[in-house]
């Protein structure tokens, strides 16, 4: 009883602090209702005793929320003075759209044919979530991390100003390597 | 095997909270000792005390259009991290949350440092303390990836992110004798998250403070207090992952580890003066390319080691 409660009061915060994203008018706002959002959510999916997704959902949107709070800051150049964002964007058309795609999916929620539960839940619940979503894929999307990973390094290195022949010289011989930005490596 | 340590009841978290604050007093009198020493006079650990008295009657000091509700939340967070770390650190044979992923669970925890050291730099609204509040991030875009990968090798080594197995895996041999790159990496983590020593730039004097540039009174003590208790936290969490829990001669477990905790504290608030600080730009590249593999060769060698022994 006290864990529906609680689970109840998670939901209702995860959905409040949702729809602050959109009220506050400061970045640092926005993202913090974020990840409280996420927050909530994380440790909703602990009451499903999904102990390890729940945490990893936590640690991943704290540091998400962090570091986007900090880019947009830097980027739209916020203080706590100029609280004056508008984080709607074309809320004539957006606002029906998003209303209306949100009583589709909780409609969805609420009428689908939920079956009854077969059986017990497994021992482990989380080796049993990950063997169920990828099954004899595992592998393949062992591999598959890997390669999304070397892509956004590679998408850096070429997406980057400077190159190594800018760093070694011309003939990639230079032993100092200049850079604008001193480093700790000895240069 | 020793036995694995078992969940006490809720009403016990005041004591852990007690043994933390505990922990935390006497790691700020030790600073506050060493720092009349380095003034000179013989003996003298009056400085914290005369510090908490003047905070606590000192009047809030107000800046203009501060983002007061993200500002108190980042000053007293650091507090409350340290308090939920401690829930999952076993004290001999009891532990207050005895979590499946402890481990992930204290990893998840050291991340909000990121959040609320830069929010107490964020709220006031002031340009000293917004500096100091990047200072920490660039300071944590390299500590923080090393420090997670130092923390999945007592893991691996033991085949369990509970914590009190964590400490139950290491009778024969603590994991510090054979994972040190991890354990280093791991110190140079609690000392980052603590703002301590090498990693206090975010509150440098160039910076008149910086992230507690505006911070007076209450708020000031909660930050600080904040701080030393991270410190605790992160030495007591490094008594059962890295020291062999509650393992000892003639002592009861419970007392071993805080003898250990109490230890390894000690070496850190010493090592405040004599490490020097961390520049972000410099150590961003220290962080990445020598850190980062080292700890990764580190979680290679353990991974080795387990699956072929």
Excluded at chain 1, 143 to 157: E, P, Q, R
Excluded at chain 2, 214 to 223: A, I, N, P, Q, Y
Excluded at chain 2, 235 to 262: C, D, E, I, R
Excluded at chain 2, 270 to 281: G, I
């Amino acid at each position: 009883m006290l864990t529906h409660l609680v689970f109840w009061g998670l939901a209702v915060v995860a959905v409040l602090a949702g729809v602050a994203v959109f009220v506050v008018n400061s970045m640092a706002r926005a993202s913090y209702s974020l990840a409280l959002s996420f927050i909530a959510v994380g440790l909703q999916v602990l009451l499903l005793q999904q102990l390890y997704v729940g945490v990893l959902v936590i640690l991943m949107m704290v540091m998400e929320m962090a570091i986007m709070a900090v880019y947009m800051n830097m980027f739209m150049g916020m203080n706590p003075a100029m609280m004056s964002m508008n984080m709607v964007h074309g809320a004539r058309h957006a606002l029906p759209v998003s209303v209306g795609v949100f009583l589709l999916l909780a409609a969805g929620a609420l009428f689908a044919p939920w079956p009854s539960r077969r059986g017990s839940p497994p021992e482990d619940v989380t080796v049993a979530l990950g063997t169920e979503l990828m099954g004899p894929k595992m592998l393949t999307m062992g591999v598959v991390g890997v390669v999304m990973a070397a892509t956004i390094v590679s998408g850096v290195v070429l997406a980057a100003h400077r190159t190594r022949y800018d760093r070694f010289g011309d003939d990639l011989r230079r032993r100092r390597v200049a850079d604008p930005q001193p480093g700790g490596v000895g240069r | 095997m020793a036995e694995v340590p078992a969940a006490v009841s809720g009403g016990w978290a005041p004591v852990a909270a007690g043994l933390l604050g505990t922990l935390a007093v006497a790691a700020a009198l030790f600073d506050g000792a060493l720092a009349e020493r380095a003034a000179g006079a013989r003996l003298g650990t009056g400085r914290p005390v005369g510090e908490v008295a003047r905070l606590l009657r000192q009047r809030r000091r107000t800046t203009v259009a501060a983002d007061r509700l993200l500002w108190r939340i980042g000053g007293a967070g650091l507090l409350g991290m340290a308090l939920m770390i401690v829930t999952v650190v076993p004290l001999g044979r009891w532990t207050l949350f005895d979590l499946a992923v402890g481990v992930v669970w204290v990893n998840a925890l050291d991340v909000l440092a990121w959040a609320f050291v830069w929010l107490t730099g964020w709220g006031a609204n002031s340009a000293y303390t917004m500096v100091g509040g990047y200072r920490f991030l660039a300071h944590g875009l390299a500590y923080e990836l090393p420090l997670m990968f130092a923390l999945v090798a007592p893991a691996v080594a033991a085949s369990s992110l509970r914590v009190g197995e964590v400490a139950a895996a290491q009778q024969g041999l603590w994991f510090v004798v054979w994972m040190p790159v991890a354990f280093v990496v791991y110190c140079l983590g609690v000392v980052a998250i603590a703002v301590w020593g090498p990693f206090s730039p975010a509150l440098g004097r160039d910076l008149a403070g910086g992230v507690t540039a505006e911070l007076s009174g209450v708020d000031r003590l909660l930050f600080l207090a904040g701080r030393y208790a991270l410190l605790a936290a992160g030495a007591a969490f490094a008594v059962p992952m890295f020291l062999g829990g509650g393992a000892g001669p003639l002592l009861p477990a419970w007392a071993w580890v805080l003898v250990k905790a109490t230890v390894l504290l000690a070496v850190l608030v010493w090592l405040r003066r004599r490490v020097p600080a961390l520049r972000p730009d410099v150590f961003m590249e220290v962080g990445w390319l020598v850190l980062l593999p080292a700890v990764l060769l580190q979680d290679l060698l353990v991974a080795v080691i387990v699956i072929g022994g």
